[in-house]
């Protein structure tokens, strides 16, 4: 079987092995939260490396009778930069696409990503990169996610985009209840 996530040298993951390290808890709360709403959550690894994956299909008649399929791809990091959140995206994209399944994108079908990187440490620049746009490909809208437990705040796209603006509230919805906590606070 070959691995969900390709790590390469921007985007490594390496999960603290304390039990009371900040990340593995925040990682936890989000993998009971992914539970909770029936995205039936899954630990996968890249080189013994641990990629908390869950995934979820919606469908409305409001959106024009499609079906909207929301990956969630988390994992904690040594250090967050622009460069490691943006590689960490790229391969959530692919993994999202390799594994949707159903309808071709764009046929009554959608695809949203949340790429989630949690760290101690996060440049700033980078909280700013995931806060900045969705990055959106023909039906794949991608929002990625920073979150810095040592600030107790998370990055994330919290707009509503021309491409993808009938998904723009649920997105938003899964976001705030997948990443915020009662003493985090969300961006915008």
Not at 48 to 75: C, E, K, M, N
Not at 77 to 91: C, S
Request: charge should be positive; proline fraction near 6%.
């Amino acid at each position: 079987m070959t691995n969900p996530i390709m790590v390469d040298q921007w985007c490594y993951v390496k999960i603290a092995r304390m039990t009371d390290d900040p990340t593995r808890a925040y990682l936890n709360s989000v993998g009971a939260k992914l539970a909770a709403d029936g995205c039936s959550p899954q630990w996968h690894y890249e080189g013994g490396t641990p990629v908390l994956i869950g995934r979820r299909s919606d469908f409305r008649l409001g959106w024009a009778a499609t079906r909207l399929h929301v990956f969630t791809l988390a994992a904690a990091v040594p250090e967050i930069t622009v460069p490691v959140i943006a590689t960490f995206t790229q391969h959530a994209r692919r993994y999202a696409k390799a594994h949707k399944g159903g309808l071709p994108r764009g046929f009554q079908t959608g695809l949203a990503v949340f790429p989630a990187l949690i760290s101690t440490r996060v440049d700033p620049q980078a909280v700013a990169w995931a806060e900045e746009k969705q990055r959106s490909q023909f039906a794949c809208f991608v929002r990625p996610v920073v979150v810095d437990v040592i600030r107790q705040y998370v990055g994330v796209y919290r707009g509503s985009p021309a491409i993808g603006r009938t998904y723009a509230s649920h997105l938003l919805q899964k976001s705030d209840y997948y990443f915020s906590g009662s003493t985090f606070s969300m961006s915008g």
